[in-house]
């Protein structure tokens, strides 16, 4: 089972947008629409962003949206404000109950 | 509002078993819509997915990690329960316990995490 693959790290300016990428199989993100992301900032537990590709938990800004094509997945955050500088990871259902991270994304908020 | 909370020795020994703890307040560790999940964190590194168990019983593991992973619950102490046997200084974590809803996968809540250090 190795880890989901996303870009070490992305940056992008107060207000701009970025897209964060995290690519799998077709056993596992290619398969299931349950593709979820979560923010950890640093010393902190990770914190759920979005589940099953496009939704958002209660509480979570619209400014963060997902969609999936083929066995990528990916997660823009809109309007970058100096909070979202943080650590991203996205996780996939990868069948029998069984679930893969991605390696972590760091954001740099120029 | 459902809060998680692990404890663990901090330290343990090369070889040895790591066992950690995550107790759950404000709701019940028998809710059938969701797992109990262990998640750790090396230092400086990113997520891996131990293994998860439901409240019946049921249990799903790493492959990888899976002949050392033992999980347990204690439904009349709202407790789940993870034993790492044989470990070595690349066992060296935090480790988060989750909840994690057992159709969508998602993980939510989780505890702030205990950082279990191997030593030789």
């Known amino acids: 089972q190795s880890a989901l693959t996303q870009p070490a790290s992305v940056s992008g300016s107060l207000g701009q947008s970025i897209t964060i990428s995290c690519t799998g199989t077709s056993s596992d993100v290619g398969s299931y629409n349950l593709v979820s992301w979560y923010q950890q900032h640093p010393g902190k537990a990770p914190k759920l962003l979005i589940y099953e590709v496009t939704k958002w938990p209660s509480g979570v800004s619209n400014r963060f949206s997902g969609s999936k094509s083929g066995n990528t997945a990916s997660l823009t955050i809109s309007g970058l404000q100096a909070e979202d500088e943080a650590d991203y990871y996205c996780c996939s259902y990868a069948s029998t109950n069984t679930v893969i991270f991605g390696g972590g994304t760091k954001l740099t908020v120029l | 509002q459902l809060l998680l909370q692990e404890s663990g020795p901090g330290l343990v020994k090369s070889s040895e078993t790591l066992s950690v703890t995550c107790t759950v307040s404000g709701g019940s560790i028998s809710s059938s819509l969701y797992y109990w999940g262990w998640i750790r964190q090396p230092p400086g590194k990113g997520l891996e997915w131990i293994a998860n168990?439901?409240?019946?019983?049921?249990?799903y593991h790493n492959p990888s990690l899976r002949s050392r992973v033992t999980i347990s619950v204690d439904t009349s102490k709202n407790q789940f329960s993870l034993n790492l046997s044989s470990v070595t200084a690349a066992d060296t974590a935090v480790f988060y316990c989750?909840?994690?809803?057992?159709?969508?996968?998602?993980?939510?809540?989780w505890g702030q995490g205990t950082l279990v250090t191997v030593s030789s």
């Open positions: 168990i439901h409240h019946s019983g049921s249990t």
């Open positions: 989750a909840r994690r809803h057992v159709a969508a996968g998602w993980f939510d809540p």
